[in-house]
């Protein structure tokens, strides 16, 4: 097995933690429109980040796994802006958000590699709405693969994967099937 280097910001975060979380699949970390009081790091596991529209279509904004904080942005804002959902058993860190504006006032360093993680995620979010604005679905599917270096989904993860392409799961099934009958995906 790979040993996954940590980041040194999110090590510092788990330092701090106070306690582990534990989800089952589909279990609830947190929900839109709730205080925020804590950061979360993935350990084991996987979170997805969803915004719900009216018509019951959800939005996958952010996919976290192992080492990877969720929702990083909400240690600025006073409420979660979406849901977040545990993709199989998943075991998180969770971080007090008062210990990490501590931690921005008292390590320069740490802010900075922070500050950097974020504008990271702000590229990764521009692409994410540079490919939901592509009208059709093989666009979807080609810009998603350039952005992930060609790596497609498990079987098992193309519901979720056309969630995160903004497409109905049968829009996707037909792309797919398409791409098939022209040579091996």
């Given amino acids: 097995m790979i040993a996954i280097m940590l980041a040194p910001h999110v090590a510092q975060l788990i330092a701090l933690s106070d306690r582990s979380i534990t989800l089952r699949n589909g279990d609830r970390l947190f929900g839109a429109g709730q205080v925020v009081r804590f950061l979360f790091v993935v350990r084991e596991g996987g979170v997805q980040m969803l915004r719900r529209h009216a018509g019951g279509?959800?939005?996958i904004l952010q996919r976290a796994s192992r080492n990877e904080i969720v929702?990083?942005?909400?240690?600025?804002s006073s409420r979660y802006h979406c849901e977040a959902?545990?993709?199989?058993?998943?075991?998180?860190?969770?971080i007090p958000k008062e210990a990490v504006l501590q931690l921005q006032t008292e390590d320069p360093r740490?802010?900075?590699?922070?500050?950097?993680?974020?504008?990271?995620?702000v590229q990764r979010a521009r692409a994410r709405a540079e490919l939901l604005a592509l009208k059709k679905?093989?666009?979807?599917?080609?810009?998603?693969l350039a952005l992930h270096e060609?790596?497609?989904?498990?079987?098992?993860?193309?519901?979720?994967?056309?969630?995160?392409?903004?497409?109905?799961p049968e829009a996707l099934y037909r792309e797919l099937a398409k791409?098939?009958?022209m040579g091996p995906l």
């Fill in 57 to 59: 279509a959800a939005l």
């Fill in 71 to 76: 929702a990083e942005a909400s240690v600025f």
């Fill in 85 to 94: 959902i545990g993709e199989g058993p998943t075991s998180l860190a969770r």
């Fill in 110 to 121: 740490w802010l900075q590699h922070f500050a950097a993680h974020l504008a990271s995620e």
């Fill in 137 to 144: 679905v093989g666009e979807r599917v080609d810009a998603w």
């Fill in 150 to 168: 060609g790596d497609m989904p498990s079987r098992g993860r193309r519901v979720d994967w056309a969630n995160e392409l903004g497409v109905t």
């Fill in 179 to 181: 791409r098939r009958v």
